[in-house]
T-cell receptor, first 114, second 112 residues
């Protein structure tokens, strides 16, 4: 079972920041938070990941709470092309029997509206 | 750098037949994972290969199998196809299996 909880759907106005929350209250110390998105019928696209520090790349920012029990993916200026299903995944680091395995939940369907 | 390539993109098979899907990972990546995506079950992990060895397996029947070659390319095979095997089959590659994974566009299998 997925170790994360996400809202089923969210709307965002084009040009505004999209803030997608994720709850992972049972996360272990050696587990990372990964975000992927999937645009209709395409393969999931890697967005960003982090352990405990906030992370930023050209696509998004990831804010992880100090207790690591939740995180927020921020798309700073959402466009219509950001409409997709966003998956928050908790993933083990090296040395686990679950290496190579991503457990997907149902994700959040983000609808960016003009 | 080329991405993950899956072939074929679309496939139609008849119940009872078998099918082989191919995945070419990103150059240098040694881990290849396979996933099945259906509307009812979402994205589900099938198995993962690293250096030609299966390291991890999901909860699928033995009709689903795979292998990895010395150049890290991977194939998955489904024997005795059932209607319920109709799905989008995705593969993902990563350097070691614990770093970020990159997905291909998938193979859409329809069983009739």
């Amino acid at each position: 079972d997925a170790k994360t909880t996400q809202p089923t759907s969210m709307d965002c106005a084009e040009g505004r920041a999209a803030n997608l929350p994720c709850n992972h209250s049972t996360i272990s110390g050696n587990e990372y938070v990964y975000w992927y998105r999937q645009i209709h019928s395409q393969g999931p696209q890697y967005i960003i990941h982090g352990l405990k520090n906030n992370e930023t790349n050209e696509m998004a920012s990831l804010i992880i709470t100090e207790d690591r029990k939740s995180s927020t993916l921020i798309l700073p200026h959402a466009t219509l092309r950001d409409t997709a299903v966003y998956y928050c995944i908790v993933r083990v680091a090296a040395g686990s029997s679950n290496t190579g395995k991503l457990i997907f939940g149902q994700g959040t369907t983000l609808q960016v509206k003009p | 750098k080329a991405g993950v390539t899956q072939t074929p993109r679309y496939l139609i098979k008849t119940r009872g037949q078998q099918v082989t899907l191919s995945c070419s990972p990103i150059s240098g990546h040694r881990s290849v994972s396979w996933y099945q995506q259906t509307p009812g079950q979402g994205l589900q992990f099938l198995f993962e290969y690293f250096s030609e060895t299966q390291r991890n397996k999901g909860n699928f029947p033995g009709r689903f199998s795979g292998r990895q070659f010395s150049n890290s390319r991977s194939e998955m095979n489904v024997s005795t196809l059932e209607l319920g095997d109709s799905a989008l089959y995705l593969c993902a590659s990563s350097l070691t299996g614990t770093t970020e994974a990159f997905f291909g566009q998938g193979t859409r299998l329809t069983v009739v």
